[in-house]
Each structure stands twice: as C-alpha cells, then as structure tokens.
C-alpha cells in the first residue's frame, strides 16, 4: 500500500511542477503584420488613367544579402 501511495504523490508532483511550469511561461510575440498591396493610379501621357497593383518587395522592404564583408569605400 506504501508504494501505490508514493505513486500517487509522485504523479501528483510531477502534475504541479508540469502546471508551474505552463503558468509562468511566456507567450510567444505576436508575428508583425503583414505589408498589404497598394494601388496606384497612374496617368499616361494621353491623359487615360490606369491602375497599378504594387506589391509590398517592391516598395523597398528589405531583404536578406549573401555579402558578408562590410561595404566597400
């Protein structure tokens, strides 16, 4: 009977220390929004107007570089 009684308070321990661990434990931060498409209007040369979808790389957001030495002087 001593050793069912350890095993239910060594489940029950494991229990609490696995429920510390889940209380204090931070969140993970919210991912940054995602850039949306723009769209521009554009007005030719003879005066007819059209709409251009620009997509978010093409506004100049930044990206990754293979180059790993500092920038030439």
Do not use: Y
């Not at 029950?12 to 850039?35: D, F, K, T, Y």
């Amino acid at each position: 009977m001593q050793r069912i009684w350890s095993v239910v308070l060594s489940v029950w321990a494991m229990l609490a220390i696995v429920a510390v661990l889940a209380w204090s434990h931070r969140p993970a931060p919210a991912p940054p929004p995602q850039a949306a498409a723009r769209t521009i209007v554009v007005q030719t040369p003879n005066g007819k107007r059209q709409f251009v979808v620009v997509q978010p790389a093409a506004l100049g957001a930044s990206h990754a570089t293979t180059q790993t030495s500092g920038v030439p002087r």
